[in-house]
């Protein structure tokens, strides 16, 4: 249950005065640190799966391990899609259970990313999802030095800004103001001036890509100008590196455990101290009274086809699944006949959503209109068409209390 809605997350910290961490993750190592700091901490927790890094990773994997996580937290967590290049990989990262996402078409020209992000906007929202928009360029690579992959850095104009949120309607925007992804050999120079001015004109939380080696001094003042999401995902990549090497000196010729001894407990207290800076530490009990359940939604069709139907009807159900299954906010479309032959409903649709507002969007969809005129020509008129939303929390065992100790394995 405590997989929460972003906005009403950034809303509480953009109110309250602190941020909340975007943290990183390129492993199931990283996923539980960052899991059972924000635990330890008491502290509300988004998970950033970044595009750019998919080359580590088969997101498809991971994100059934970030979502069950999620759900099984102690803490209100949100699971936000970075830097997006497409529109169709926002689907499919809602889809398979992102709830916030950014599309990165930050170097566009200024009306070229309008366009492009309205339409993610349009796509987000009608999933139920959260929106992260970007102006400005923020250069660099994370996990790398940046100074290897430095465009020229673009500053986020406040006057652009504001056409830029009125016109797209994103719900957080990410800001330029001297940051950089990845590694800096040189202390960031931030223009607070130009964040004040953007925080002015806007009221909306924003959101610091470039998140790693800032001082503590940096991070309050940036808070205090209205960032409330801060991204980081150098700084913990470069932890869990410096480990396995001193790893590797110390405890040569051992094996994968031995070589990754510490990595989780180090990222742990790298994340547990962001959480302490950003102010984050001790909010989870007041975020989760106030922010929205992510809750799955699911649509139930019971019918029958009229005999001289039966022979289209697979062609019929390949061709709806797959137009079902495009709309956003559709995670899963199932398509199935009774196994015990009964005289009345021997067939089925059972179709998953995001949440409750990606089913009432469904609802008007043009092809799930034509899907159900389609039905209504070939089946029986008695059939259940029920939308069911899910009930309340499940048991929430503490991760520790599920893993299985080392002397179990004997
Ligand atoms: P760092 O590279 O500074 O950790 O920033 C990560 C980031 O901004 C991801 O969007």
């Keep these: ?10 809303q509480h910290a953009y109110q309250n005065n602190y941020a909340i961490g975007g943290f990183g993750l390129v492993s199931l190592d990283f996923l539980e640190a960052i899991i059972m700091a924000a635990e330890c901490c008491r502290s509300p927790v988004i998970i950033n799966l970044s595009q750019p890094l998919f080359g580590e990773y088969d997101f498809r994997l991971i994100l059934p391990a970030v979502e069950r ?21 926002i689907v499919q990262a809602i889809n398979l259970g992102c709830n916030s996402v950014m599309l990165d078409v930050s170097s566009e020209a200024f009306t070229v990313n309008i366009a492009q992000t309205s339409r993610a906007t349009e796509i987000a929202h009608a999933s139920g999802a959260a929106i992260e928009g970007m102006l400005g360029f923020v250069g660099g690579t994370e996990g790398e030095n940046a100074i290897n992959h430095l465009g020229e850095i673009i500053y986020t104009s406040a006057e652009e800004a504001k056409v830029y949120v009125n016109r797209t309607k994103v719900d957080c925007l990410a800001v330029s103001i001297g940051t950089v992804h990845g590694r800096q050999s040189n202390r960031a120079k931030l223009d607070f001036k130009r964040l004040k001015r953007i925080n002015d004109e806007l009221g909306i939380p924003l959101v610091l890509h470039g998140g790693s080696g800032l001082i503590e001094d940096q991070y309050h003042k940036l808070i205090l100008n209205g960032v409330a999401k801060i991204n980081c995902y150098t700084e913990l990549s470069d932890i869990a590196a410096a480990t396995i090497r001193s790893n590797v000196q110390t405890r040569a010729k051992k094996g994968y455990i031995e070589t990754m001894h510490d990595v989780k407990n180090n990222l742990l207290e790298q994340v547990s101290l962001c959480m302490h800076h950003w102010g984050s530490a001790g909010r989870a009990a007041e975020v989760l009274i106030q922010c929205r359940a992510w809750q799955p939604v699911e649509q139930i069709i019971a019918y029958n086809v009229e005999e001289r139907y039966l ?14 299954c ?23 649709w059972r179709i998953q959503f995001a949440t409750t507002d990606a089913s009432k969007n469904f609802q008007t969809h043009a092809e799930y209109l034509a899907f159900i005129d389609q039905l209504a020509r070939i089946s029986e008129p008695d059939k259940i ?26």
């Design 326 to 348: 495009a709309i956003p906010g559709v995670r899963q479309v199932f398509a199935g006949w009774a196994l015990i032959a009964s005289d009345q409903y021997h067939l089925c």
């Design 385 to 410: 068409n029920i939308t069911f939303a899910a009930t309340s929390v499940e048991p929430n065992p503490r991760i520790e209390e599920i893993r299985i100790s080392p002397a179990q394995h004997i």
């Design 69 to 89: 996580a999620a759900q099984l937290a102690k803490v209100p967590v949100a699971i936000h899609f970075d830097h997006a290049k497409q529109h169709e990989s």
């Design 311 to 324: 022979q289209h009807i697979d062609t019929f159900i390949e061709r709806s699944r797959e137009t079902l």
């Design 1 to 10: 249950m405590p997989l929460v809605d972003m906005r009403d997350m950034l």
